[in-house]
């Protein structure tokens, strides 16, 4: 499907070469979706983790063993809506020391929305921040977004109803970007925005995920000296802090009914199943979920999807996260690091300077049982450090050991948090490269976690009055 000989140099560019290589097609001239109707790929069985069936996984069994309907290489980067993007981008490169890389606002000639990007100096991890400029200068000049898809209108509803900041696009790299649109639309996808052509072999459509989020593709040939998006100025942030974040490890998107949006999202991306969650395995003292984690074949773009279990003792926290985001949307990021100590001793050193708070640690008995599941990949003086940072350890199936932490909501509403990964093991024959999802997802690890968020959102509740 691909013309292999369209396979370029590695990019060279800082955030390019941190992406995987592919076989680029130009885009093909932007036939109407009827004309340009074609066969679907053969479905094939990949190796897959599986727990067992529920309801929302019999919703795709015909897709639990399929590959990808278009090459899917890794996540681009996630798009913020916001209110104001200097602001929002300050907070998450001071919090998370994550420089600022591009821009594009007045100064660059775009009176439609004014965009930040922050790119990692370890990896391909990449925010977008996007605020629309007043209504009387940003109406009249839509052709001038660099953001194509960008509506000021859509981006103000959008702010008023989910808060603040909340994440409008996951943008994931693909080999063709018109490909993977006619593709997912042909298998059942709502289309939100037609292939656009961007200049210098750049290509992006993107597709309705789940309410008002997108599922964004991005193309462009390896080698590009475009670093980001075209159009997009780049900003040297000499001496910017970095706090060794990576990468997106996985993204969690919380509904209120899991089967049709698991039925439609497989559907139309042809991921398989990864791993699955049950309210019998998952649930606390007071609340329970459900939910399944999607891959595409080379599991480097996880997307969980999850649903609240209803009538339960109180309101679970996706309840909560759909109650006060106003619907359907992404709950957490996970972001993927090398040293998870490091990490987090610099995020929580700018914590109380308008940074980013991690959730409470679990109690003291809980890092007895950690110790046992570490084993030897961590020190004694790094499993003290994990139980002073609050970090959970995990092992997995695959004998990998799993480190992460939450924060505590990003903003006012208790919706989007936070979480920072490490996976230690799986790692080749001749120790050059790590499994993927190593260490998988932490059965024993989420229930706590869930409860950790639960007991912070106690917190929140308003005073009985005596």
């Not at 605020?131 to 000049?141: K, R």
């Not at 690091?337 to 300077?353: G, K, N």
């Not at 230690?424 to 024959?429: A, V």
Request: aromatic letters at 8%.
């Amino acid at each position: 499907m691909m013309n292999a000989q369209a396979h370029l140099a590695l990019a060279s560019s800082p955030f390019h070469a941190h992406l995987p290589n592919s076989n680029i097609r130009s885009l093909r001239p932007q036939l109407p979706v009827a004309v340009r109707r074609r066969p679907l790929p053969t479905i094939q069985a990949v190796t897959t983790m599986h727990s067992a069936p529920t309801a929302a996984a019999a919703a795709i069994a015909g897709l639990e063993k399929a590959t990808d309907r278009f090459h899917v290489m890794d996540y681009h980067h996630v798009e913020f809506w916001c209110a104001d993007a200097a602001s929002a981008a300050g907070r998450f490169s001071f919090g998370l020391g994550v420089p600022l890389a591009a821009q594009s606002d007045l100064s660059t000639g775009n009176t439609a929305h004014a965009s930040r990007l922050l790119r990692s100096r370890s990896g391909s991890l990449a925010f977008l921040f996007t605020a629309p400029y007043a209504p009387h200068v940003s109406g009249e000049n839509a052709a001038t977004a660099t953001v194509r898809s960008f509506s000021a209108d859509a981006a103000r509803r959008f702010t008023g109803t989910h808060g603040g900041l909340a994440v409008r696009a996951l943008a994931v790299r693909v080999a063709d970007a018109a490909e993977a649109y006619v593709a997912s639309v042909d298998a059942g996808a709502r289309p939100a925005f037609a292939p656009a052509d961007l200049g210098h072999g750049f290509a992006f459509a993107e597709v309705e995920l789940s309410g008002d989020t997108v599922l964004r593709f991005v193309s462009y040939p390896d080698g590009t000296d475009v670093s980001f998006l075209p159009g997009f100025q780049d900003v040297v942030s000499s001496g910017a802090p970095d706090f060794g974040l990576k990468r997106f490890d996985h993204i969690d998107i919380n509904v209120p009914e899991l089967a049709p949006v698991l039925a439609n999202v497989a559907g139309f991306t042809g991921f398989h199943q990864f791993w699955e969650f049950t309210e019998a395995q998952f649930r606390t003292a007071e609340s329970g979920m459900n939910g399944l984690v999607l891959a595409n074949n080379s599991e480097t773009v996880l997307l969980t999807l999850a649903e609240p279990v209803y009538g339960t003792k109180r309101r679970g926290h996706v309840e909560t996260f759909l109650d006060h985001h106003g619907g359907p949307g992404v709950q957490h990021m996970a972001i993927g690091t090398d040293d998870i100590l490091r990490t987090l001793r610099e995020i929580r050193a700018r914590s109380a300077m308008g940074g980013f708070e991690l959730l409470p640690p679990p109690p003291a008995s809980y890092y007895d049982g950690a110790r046992q599941r570490a084993g030897d990949a961590l020190s004694e003086a790094e499993m003290k450090e994990c139980q002073e940072l609050g970090v959970r350890v995990d092992r997995g199936d695959d004998d990998g050991v799993v480190l992460q932490i939450f924060t505590k909501p990003t903003g006012d509403r208790p919706t989007l948090l936070l979480e920072f990964v490490q996976r230690i093991g799986c790692m080749n024959k001749d120790k050059s490269e790590q499994g993927a999802v190593c260490g998988g997802f932490s059965k024993r690890n989420v229930p706590d976690l869930i409860k950790s968020i639960e007991d912070y959102g106690k917190t929140l509740d308003a005073p009985v009055a005596a």
